[in-house]
Nanobody, 116 residues
Framework: QVQLAESGGGLAQAGGSLSVSCAASGRTFTNFAMGWFRQAPGKEREFVAA????????YYKDSVKGRFTISRDKAKNTVEMQMTTLKPEDTAVYYCRLTDPSRAYWGKGTLVTVSS
């Protein structure tokens, strides 16, 4: 059974930094991508960033480019996202997602709160 274990997040002031991590386990993954989505109160879940496991191509939501950095550790099957210059509008529950050719798997989410 695939499991995605998220950690990190928490509370930061505007302009501050936080990081979130996600570890995948449960099976051998091939030809997949891992990344982060977020959902703010009253809003739909939205894409934030992702990285292709093979080749390491990265994708970002326009509003986080230059502020968020996603990275992967292939040996540990983990993905980390460093978030800097945080803004109150970054406040949301951040969800890890792993996508392979058959389906997408989701983590339970970790809360990021940015105070103004």
């Amino acid at each position: 059974q695939v499991q995605l274990a998220e950690s990190g997040g928490g509370l930061a002031q505007a302009g501050g930094s936080l990081s979130v991590s996600c570890a995948a386990s449960g099976r051998t993954f091939t030809n997949f991508a891992m990344g982060w989505f977020r959902q703010a109160p009253g809003k739909e879940r939205e894409f934030v960033a992702a990285v292709r496991w093979s080749g390491g191509v990265k994708y970002y939501k326009d509003s986080v480019k230059g502020r968020f950095t996603i990275s992967r550790d292939k040996a540990k099957n983990t993905v980390e996202m460093q978030m800097t210059t945080l803004k109150p509008e970054d406040t949301a529950v951040y969800y890890c997602r792993l996508t392979d050719p058959s389906r997408a798997y989701w983590g339970k989410g970790t809360l990021v709160t940015v105070s103004s």
